[in-house]
C-alpha cells in the first residue's frame, strides 16, 4: 500500500518492512508486483509468500539456522520485487541494509542478517 500511495503521490519513498506476515499470495497487493518477477509468479508466489509469512516470528534473529536463511532469502525476493517495481514506473529504487546490533530481554547481544534491507525510491526528474 505505501508504494502505490507513492506512486499516485509521485513522491520519494522508503520502506522499512517489518510484517512480512501479512503478505497476499494473491488479492490485491499481490506479489509479485514487478513485471520482471510476474513472469515467474506461479513458480514463486505461493512459496515464497508461503515462507516469509510462514516464519515470521519462528525464526530467531541472531542465530544462523535454516529457518533464518530461508526467512531472510524470502524477505530479499519480496523487497527486491518492491524495488524493480519502483523502477518500472519511474524510480531510482535500491535495497539499503537495515543491520543493526540488538539485545534481547535475556540481555544477549546479536546482529541482525546481512540480509534485512529497506527499499529506498527516490522519484527520477
Known amino acids: 500500500r505505501v508504494l ?26 499481490a506479489f509479485p508486483r514487478s513485471t520482471a518477477l510476474s513472469s515467474y509468479r506461479e513458480q514463486i508466489s505461493k512459496k515464497i509468500v508461503n ?3 510462514r516464519l515470521e516470528g519462528q525464526a530467531e ?11 531472510d532469502l524470502a524477505r530479499m525476493i ?9 523502477q518500472e514506473h519511474g524510480y531510482s529504487a535500491f535495497l539499503a541494509p537495515i543491520t543493526a546490533d540488538h539485545g534481547d530481554l535475556n540481555g544477549r547481544r546479536f546482529t541482525n542478517s546481512s540480509l534485512r534491507t529497506a527499499v529506498v525510491g527516490q522519484l527520477k526528474l
Not at 78 to 86: E, K, T
Open 4 to 29: 502505490d500511495i507513492a506512486l499516485q503521490q509521485q513522491v520519494d519513498v522508503l520502506v522499512v518492512p517489518c510484517c512480512y506476515g501479512k503478505l497476499q499470495s494473491n488479492g490485491r497487493f
Open 78 to 86: 519480496i523487497n527486491l520485487d518492491r524495488a524493480l517495481y519502483l
Open 61 to 71: 534473529d541472531g542465530h544462523h539456522t535454516l529457518l533464518n536463511v530461508q526467512r
Open 51 to 53: 515462507i516469509a509469512t
